[in-house]
């Protein structure tokens, strides 16, 4: 803001919107954040167009308009032969959103309602929760990884592979040490515990960059 002032051009430049937008997001104004970033897409090149439809998609999520948001995924999807493992769990979560036709966009509350899932060894409901956590705040990493746990629990291998892909672009390093401290807070090493470790081990550690 003090930018403009000193050179009322800059909201000429689609950055500034998008810089402000993405303030907007982090700090909660969704609605306004969408409108940042529909403006920051009208003044933009094409290149940097097609991105910022998943940032709109972000803030349409996190006002609960799930099929406005597949509507900007599918244009990403559409202009994009190939999509990052981050993106692509986005857009299945957003499916499953859909499909439960879920009715409350609150980060927290489904983190909770996964560890409450959890406890009660209710592991698919977790997993879905955990992903809706993640989904509406993609900051949260452990939510991320309790999700790949569940997805473990319930032997859900093709969500393991996807929430890897995300993990593994999101926080590699991060990630596999989260993984692998539940892992080992288990009181009793059994197989299933071993099978864990084994997987994490493929999955990470070719990718990893600051592990001892």
Not at 9 to 38: D, M, S
Not at 104 to 121: E, H, M, P, S
Not at 179 to 188: D, P
Request: glycine content about 4%.
């Amino acid at each position: 803001m003090e930018a403009i002032k000193l050179e009322p051009r800059y909201r000429e430049q689609y950055y500034w919107w998008q810089e402000v937008a993405g303030i907007l997001y982090i700090t909660r104004h969704y609605q306004k954040a969408e409108l940042f970033y529909k403006k920051a897409r009208l003044l933009s090149s094409e290149y940097c167009r097609n991105d910022i439809a998943i940032l709109i998609s972000d803030c349409l999520i996190c006002q609960g308009k799930i099929e406005e948001a597949q509507k900007e995924e599918y244009q990403y999807i559409n202009n994009n032969d190939k999509l990052s493992g981050f993106i692509n769990l986005k857009t299945i979560v957003t499916e499953i959103m859909k499909e439960q036709r879920i009715q409350k966009f609150d980060a927290i509350d489904w983190f909770n309602k996964g560890i409450w899932a959890t406890n009660n060894n209710n592991h698919i409901k977790a997993m879905h929760c955990f992903l809706f956590a993640w989904r509406l705040y993609d900051g949260d990493t452990e939510a991320l990884v309790n999700a790949f746990i569940e997805a473990f629990n319930c032997m859900d291998y093709a969500k393991m592979t996807v929430i890897t892909w995300a993990i593994r672009e999101q926080a590699p390093d991060e990630g596999y040490r989260i993984l692998l401290s539940n892992v080992l807070s288990h009181s009793e090493i059994n197989e299933n515990t071993e099978k864990m470790i084994g997987i994490l081990e493929k999955l990470f550690i070719p990718n990893k960059t600051s592990l001892p």
